[in-house]
């Protein structure tokens, strides 16, 4: 494997930067006095030094080596040397490239929700100043001919005419605007269309990792010799467009490119707000798997800087630590511009870097938590790439900080009230009757839950809390109850607008939903996403108690979640092509039936006066989208969010989306049942046992209906928790009964009690009678 050289920019505490040798990182003055210059702005307290690393090759096989550093240096700046007449290349020297401390945050504090917004990224109002585009030079390739190029190099040998391409295209960003740009003499200054032909990119990067190893070097020396251009003044158009083109090259999929990445990556973290509206909605205009190649890129970069296959390979991570807040702050450009795609270009869990996962999570949140809004870097200022298991992690672990402090203060006012302590008192005790599931308790919500039945033996290890709470969701959902409306059409509960004297039974339902939060128990209650938008609007509790809580901005999306048929009528409205005010002859009011009486609300002030009309028609759909899912159910969800939050008062809240905090409360859809086969443990059977083999042919052959009934019999929930399968801890027992007899379950203990059935065809129509008709709960 042959070597290449490549340039390396890292931070030192030297005085001045040098040119030097990464091998033992000795600085180039020890060698050569003579090469001193000038200190870079990087940081306050570092320079910034050049070095080249003796690495692993290319991933393709190379058809040349560069036998001296001194020969490599003189080819990357040969135009740069002609033009200057410098004698010496070792006067390279990398710009005056703020460090990311240095300028606005890179990271913005979640917390005063500062990051870039969908809203302010999907206005066309942000607008960089217009500067003069400079004139192109002349590039007379297309893409028909670059592929005709390649394929002639491929049957003949001769690389040299799609070489000569690839050097002129790549040596600076003028050249890369005049290869790519659909039209030299248009300016492309808007967000909508950056201009630049994307097949042509694509069919130059395609088709560059399969050329020889030295096209491929002569790109790269391009591209170093692009970024050390000196910057003076804001950048122009063609400069973001070489941005957006270099950052999707595929070489820096490779490690041997990484120090030159890092630097495009900064280069890019470090424009202004403007710059970055531009390239946000040029990402979105990418292809789903152009997209996703930029994501686990960046992605990869990031786990490859924090926990290197070889450490020797990268420049010590103290003199790079720019390296992964610039990539972090790239990918949140990614991100913001796959938010404002609807349906999104990719998930938002193909952000998560599962990476993250094994640093400390605990010191990430504290330094975040200490340093708010300050330049000092945490991956929880970029939540988005912490996976939903490592938030529950970092909840958890606040939670259980917050107990313990709780507890602690319980046992200092016993002692210094001269009663004795006792271990109760560490612990939100319920002592409750089947027959009344509720207690008042309100000061000791933040400790660990135990529940007692009156009248039963039985110590809580778990299983009983999880029985109380799965009773007393199945009371506080049912229909007679009256605070919560089932919509059969979506099968999701949604709150009741009836109007009442008093909604502490709403935030009583708060506290329960926060409290299994708090205790990590998941619940089989089915709110539709928008009440878990709501719920995070704000995530925390506001100072002023006049500010409104639990409101969000909703549209018929979210109405369709919860009525589908009603926001079916409303894009219907939308779409009329007829005249809406003679057919409709609606006006600006809602009609909604109480207690058997019809009454009518005003969307807006005189709305019983004012005609839906074709020009109006839009804003009588928001008002009536807001009114049924914000302002009708105001104080409902006003106590509900009060009632959540009196428990969950979290800064980890502020790490979450919507979809996030529905995991955590009522677990995930998506089943695994190989996962869940793998860690089964067993009582009485082993996993080599014929009736086992039976069960799980039969359960893995079931339809997903089928298997989520199965989850639901044994569990008390068809969705899975955070951690998946395996934290389940689902457990099958022998059942030493007669074969004639029924499964059961113990849903507290995530158990499936088994009688031995003599074959499949048995077993399989007993399971599914069994996990069929199991509405309600059988106590022994």
């Not at 040349?64 to 200057?84: D, H, M, R, W, Y």
Request: proline residues 6%.
């Amino acid at each position: 494997m042959e070597h290449f050289l490549k340039y390396i920019m890292y931070m030192s505490d030297d005085t001045e930067c040098n040119l030097a040798c990464p091998v033992d990182w000795t600085p180039a003055t020890a060698l050569h006095p003579e090469l001193t210059y000038p200190r870079s702005s990087v940081s306050s307290s570092s320079s910034c030094t050049f070095a080249v690393l003796v690495s692993s090759g290319l991933d393709r096989g190379s058809k040349g080596q560069i036998s001296t550093f001194s020969s490599f240096i003189s080819t990357v700046n040969q135009k740069k040397e002609a033009a200057e007449n410098r004698s010496s290349p070792t006067h390279l020297v990398f710009p005056n490239i703020k460090n990311v401390r240095d300028l606005p945050p890179i990271c913005l504090d979640v917390r005063q929700k500062q990051r870039i917004s969908t809203e302010a990224s999907s206005s066309s109002e942000t607008k960089a100043p217009v500067l003069p585009e400079p004139v192109l030079p002349n590039q007379p390739k297309t893409m028909k001919d670059f592929q005709e190029d390649t394929e002639k190099a491929k049957s003949s040998g001769d690389w040299k005419a799609v070489h000569d391409f690839y050097l002129t295209t790549f040596d600076s960003f003028p050249e890369l605007n005049a290869a790519f740009k659909k039209d030299a003499t248009t300016s492309f200054n808007t967000i909508e269309d950056s201009g630049i032909n994307a097949k042509f990119v694509n069919a130059v990067y395609d088709a560059l990792l399969n050329t020889p190893q030295d096209i491929q070097k002569t790109v790269l020396k391009g591209i170093i010799n692009s970024l050390l251009r000196e910057w003076k003044g804001p950048r122009t158009k063609d400069d973001l467009r070489a941005y957006f083109i270099l950052l999707q090259n595929p070489q820096f999929n490779n490690t041997s490119t990484y120090v030159i990445y890092a630097h495009l990556l900064r280069q890019i973290a470090t424009l202004v707000e403007a710059d970055h509206h531009f390239l946000v909605h040029w990402f979105k205009k990418l292809s789903q798997k152009r997209f996703k190649q930029l994501v686990e890129r960046l992605l990869q970069f990031i786990s490859l800087r924090l926990f290197p296959a070889k450490p020797e390979e990268f420049p010590p991570i103290t003199k790079c630590s720019w390296w992964i807040p610039s990539a972090s702050k790239v990918l949140s450009l990614l991100n913001t511009a796959n938010s404002l795609v609807h349906p999104p270009l990719i998930p938002y869990t193909d952000f998560y870097n599962s990476t993250l996962d094994h640093i400390d999570l605990m010191e990430e949140y504290h330094t975040w938590q200490s340093f708010g809004n300050s330049h000092r870097f945490s991956f929880c200022q970029y939540p988005f790439v912490i996976s939903i298991a490592a938030k529950k992690i970092i909840i958890q672990r606040d939670s259980e900080q917050q107990m313990i402090s709780i507890a602690r203060q319980s046992l200092v006012d016993k002692v210094s009230r001269r009663q004795r302590p006792d271990m109760n008192m560490l612990f939100l005790n319920m002592k409750v009757r089947r027959t009344h599931l509720l207690t008042r308790k309100r000061a000791d919500l933040k400790k660990k839950l135990k529940v007692t039945f009156v009248g039963e033996a039985g110590l809580d290890m778990g299983g009983l809390t999880k029985e109380w709470f799965l009773l007393l969701i199945r009371q506080i959902f049912h229909p007679d109850y009256g605070m919560f409306t089932y919509h059969k059409d979506s099968h999701c509960h949604w709150f009741s607008s009836f109007k009442c004297d008093n909604y502490s039974e709403f935030r009583l339902v708060g506290i329960l939903m926060g409290l299994a939060v708090y205790n990590s128990i998941t619940l089989d209650i089915r709110f539709p996403p928008c009440c878990y938008k709501k719920l995070l609007s704000p995530p925390i509790i506001p100072s002023d108690q006049n500010t409104p809580v639990g409101i969000c901005s909703v549209t018929t999306d979210d109405l369709c979640q919860i009525m589908p048929e009603l926001a079916h009528g409303l894009s219907e409205l939308l779409s009329y092509e007829g005249n809406v005010e003679e057919d409709f002859y609606s006006t600006f009011q809602v009609f909604q039936e109480e207690f058997g009486i019809i009454k009518s609300y005003n969307l807006k002030p005189g709305g019983d006066k004012i005609p839906v009309t074709n020009q109006n028609r839009k804003e009588y759909v928001q008002l009536y989208v807001d009114f049924l899912l914000n302002k009708s159910i105001y104080k409902q969800f006003a106590a509900f969010y009060y009632g959540f939050h009196s428990v969950c008062a979290s800064n980890a809240l502020m790490l979450l989306r919507p979809e996030e905090v529905e995991i955590l409360v009522c677990g995930s859809p998506e089943l695994d049942m190989h996962a869940l086969q793998r860690s089964t443990q067993y009582d009485g059977y082993a996993k080599t046992d014929l009736t086992i083999r039976y069960f799980w042919d039969v359960v893995l052959g079931f339809p997903l209906d089928l298997q989520k009934k199965l989850l639901h019999f044994t569990t008390g929930s068809d969705r899975v928790p955070v951690g998946g399968m395996a934290d389940l801890n689902f457990k099958i027992s022998k059942n030493e009964t007669s074969t004639n007899w029924l499964p059961v379950a113990h849903t507290c203990f995530n158990q499936l009690c088994l009688p031995p059935y003599k074959s499949k065809k048995d077993l399989k129509q007993k399971l599914i009678i069994g996990i069929s008709n199991s509405e309600g709960f059988g106590l022994e």
